[in-house]
Structure formats: C-alpha cells, structure tokens
Nanobody
Framework: QVQLVESGGGLVQPGGSLRLSCAASGSRLSIYVMNWYRQAPGKQRELVAGITSGGNTNYEDSVKGRFTISRDNAKNTVYLQMISLKPEDTAVYFC???????????????WGQGTQVTVSS
C-alpha cells in the first residue's frame, strides 16, 4: 500500500554534511510519525530522530545540535540534515513511519530499505 523511498546517503569526510530524504508514496495518507533509525556494524538499531504530525521533535543525545529533522507535508517527505559528521555516525540509516491510508483503516508501520552513510577520511 505504502512505500518509503530513501535517498541522500553516501561517503563524506569527518566534519562534512549530508541530507537524507524519505518520501512516502501513495494517496490519502495521514502520516503521524516519521523517524530515522540507524544501525552500525555489530550494534543494535537505535532511534536517531523523530518528528510528529504536530511538529514535535526528539533526538538521540549524541546527535543533538548536529542533526535536524524536518518534514514537508505537501511532499509527504521527511528530511534529516546532518552536519559536523563523525566517524561514529557511520551506519545504515532507516526511515520509519506510522501511516493511515484513507479514513477507516488503522495506522500501520512502514520501513524504508535503508541508505548507507559512511564518514571516513
């Protein structure tokens, strides 16, 4: 029913910047929550940042002041602007969303395919 399409990952040097995008496809969507998770090699998946339909945001402590999550409701898209990147930010970043399709169906969980972010000199 709904797909999350991610883009923006890549290779960047320490101190550099990247912007990740996640667009939800489909029509008649009510998007309640959009989150970014990441998973580094040998580590468990962790919540990086989240934003609600009302614009409330939250961040993992290690990225506060460096990452900014935002959303464009007209495009059904969430962004993660990352600055001052560190090697420890290297991970696969996943988009996650809670979305209702139409008016009668209950909300469901959706995951993106993941995009690789590598911070290395």
């Amino acid at each position: 029913q709904v797909q999350l399409v991610e883009s923006g990952g890549g290779l960047v040097q320490p101190g550099g910047s990247l912007r990740l995008s996640c667009a939800a496809s489909g029509s008649r969507l009510s998007i309640y929550v959009m989150n970014w998770y990441r998973q580094a090699p040998g580590k468990q998946r962790e919540l990086v940042a989240g934003i609600t339909s009302g614009g409330n945001t939250n961040y993992e402590d290690s990225v506060k002041g460096r990452f900014t999550i935002s959303r464009d409701n007209a495009k059904n898209t969430v962004y993660l602007q990352m600055i001052s990147l560190k090697p420890e930010d290297t991970a696969v970043y996943f988009c996650y969303s809670i979305i209702r399709v139409g008016d009668s169906a209950p909300p469901r969980n959706y995951w993106g395919q993941g995009t690789q972010v590598t911070v290395s000199s």
